[in-house]
């Protein structure tokens, strides 16, 4: 059956409010590219949104499946609990930074890890407030959708939202100025003491890059004050690395740029080549403050997607996934920054390992220090590039931010194809 077919009948059976970026249907997809159903390749820059890292029906995690599939497929892990959930857990202890006493728990989405957080947190600290930061993203349910920034599409008209949830500015060099990292992280700081008190703040929950919001990388300096203010406040310091952990960004966690140890991580995306998993793994004594039964859920931690998310882990590993980031990240700077020379509508560049993005601004009007967002061409240089078979996706508050997140199997001439679509799709709509 056709794309065209396929979409005629997904319009009478599946809700409106589930959008696809792309309106062709996938058959096969493997390492860095999909083939769809009219029988047409794609180089793939998106990864389902960052999480096939290792590939598409990467061969370890296949096999793992299978083999997890003939054993057993599920038993609930608070009725009847199995190896591969501890086994998982472990990873996340040793992989995470920070050398003390871990404990994890898993879940199915990243949405839920991040509930799953604030809920520990506030065990853990017997207070209410949750601090989060402009631009963020954190998911989809009621209290993520709180602690989400963004209105449209993810929160209009679904409110009314959890309370005791608090937004402070982030960094974002393009748009505060050049603030440097300390500055912003005092302007952050000064807010929360004023206008929701240390003394009530549970979590500071924050994406050491942002994702949905822009691939907004704050300023050197900027995470680790955030993150010794909520220590010295007795907060729980929570990064969200549901997007850029396991290898995305070069790094098994974004955290470790620049040295800063969470008391809490969220996880989710990556760590299950494919299969939905999540968890939060940090400090024993903040974990453990929970109750016997007060964590869980039906479905998380299955035992298919633990099965996955080992096999996942090997691969990253195998295959030094963290230096393949770095070996992309390199490869994409130098031909974006060469773009950018004959496209004074590409303001910034910006992000790490595999996790790269471009905004694009109209041309700064004297006296203006922040450049105005062109989200009509952000969505003009996606269309070309999908037509030219280049999977891309936008994000960012102003809709402006063109994304860039392979598979970190990709190969270099898959990378060196994806930067030619880009390139022409850039110049023709300058
Ligand atoms: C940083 C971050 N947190 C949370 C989420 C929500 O994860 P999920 O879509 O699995 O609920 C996402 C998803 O994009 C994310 O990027």
Redesign the pocket.
Known sequence: MSSEELHKRRTSAVARGVSSVISSYVDTAAGGGLTDVDGREWIDFASG?AVTSVGNAAPRVVAAVQAQVERFTHTCFMVTPYESYVAVCERLAELTPGDFDKRAALFN???EA?ENAVKIARHATGRTAVVVFDHA????TNLTMAMTAKSMPYKSGFGPFAPEVYRVPMSYPLRDGGLSGPEAAARAIDMIEKQVGAANVAAVLI?PIQ??GGFVVPARGFLPAIAGWARSAGAVFVA?E??TGFCRTGNWFASEHEGVVPDLVTV??GMAGGLPL?GVVGRAEMMDAVHPGGLGGTYGGNPIACAASLAAVETMRELDLNTAARAIEAQFLPALSTFAERDPGIGDIRGRGAMIAIELTRPVPSGLIVPEPDPGRTGQVARACHAAGLLVLTCGTYGNVLRFLPPLVISEAEVDRGLEILETALLDTI
């Open positions: 949104i989405s990243g949405a991040v993203y954190h998911g989809r994406e994702g949905e969200d549901i997007q989710a995306k999540a």
